[in-house]
């Protein structure tokens, strides 16, 4: 009996000992699947922030670029004086243009913002200079994808700002890459009856587009579809009923 026993516990011991090592490498097998697909799931989310932030970062940066073209646009304005030199608005080729328009815009405005007695006054910007200081005059703006000065690596859209505007509309002042997305930037312009592809003030008429319509391409959009929105120029007296003569703007 006790032989009976002994030879019993010796085969539960071994039944034991083997469903055991079994159990250990189900174990193994599931952890491995488990960290493999645990690795995957955090890589896959690490990925998914990072394109996360690269859309999020990109959305801004063409938002900001928006803006600041919308509130240049609205604020455009031109001296009431004609033999004033200081203001225009100008919309001009510098690689011969595209199917979006001229690749250009160069304007004086009120952006970012101009006191109220340099807005009302009819002093030249020497003047203004000397009475009001350097916040005097309107702020020159320009807009293009060909930088003005030495942009380095830089590449995109640039904005140059020179505050006050010293009446030379091809250089001076400060340039920044304003969005390093844009690989093509187009603008036209509403005369009350059509779209026109060149504007300038300095050469023309004096007044302004009743509108602007602007067009980009973004480096990160691969169907290369351009992205347009218009902006009515606040200060203009252009509509339908008082357009302006094409002929006299070029």
């Not at 807005?119 to 030249?124: A, N, R, V």
Request: hydrophobic share 30%.
């Amino acid at each position: 009996m006790r032989i009976k026993n002994s030879q019993i516990k010796r085969d539960l011991r071994k039944r034991s000992a083997g469903f055991t090592l079994l159990e250990l490498l189900i174990v193994l097998v599931m952890t491995v699947i488990l960290s493999a697909g645990i690795a995957f799931a955090y890589s896959a989310t690490l990925n998914m922030q990072r394109l996360e932030e690269q859309r999020k970062t990109t959305h801004d940066q063409t938002s900001q670029m928006e803006h600041e073209l919308t509130e240049a646009i609205e604020g455009a304005q031109l001296s009431s004086i004609t033999t004033d030199t200081t203001s225009y608005f100008q919309g001009t080729d510098d690689a011969g243009g595209s199917d979006l328009g001229c690749d250009r815009l160069t304007v004086t405005t009120t952006y970012p913002g101009v006191p109220i007695q340099s807005l009302y006054s009819t002093d030249d910007y020497i003047t203004q200079q000397t009475n009001i200081g350097p916040v005097g005059g309107l702020t020159e703006m320009s807009f293009g994808t060909n930088p003005v000065g030495s942009a380095g690596t830089h590449v995109g859209l640039f904005e140059r700002i020179q505050h006050p505007s010293d009446g030379d509309p091809t250089q001076g002042g400060n340039e920044i890459d304003l969005d390093s997305d844009v690989t093509q930037m187009g603008f036209q312009f509403w005369d009350g009856t059509e779209w026109d592809n060149e504007w300038d003030t300095t050469t023309g008429t004096r007044r302004l587009p009743q509108a602007v319509q602007v067009s980009y391409r973004l480096k990160s959009d691969t169907t290369n579809t351009p992205h347009i929105f218009v902006v009515v120029v606040l200060t203009s007296d252009c509509n339908a009923n008082n357009p302006v003569d094409a002929s006299g703007i070029t």
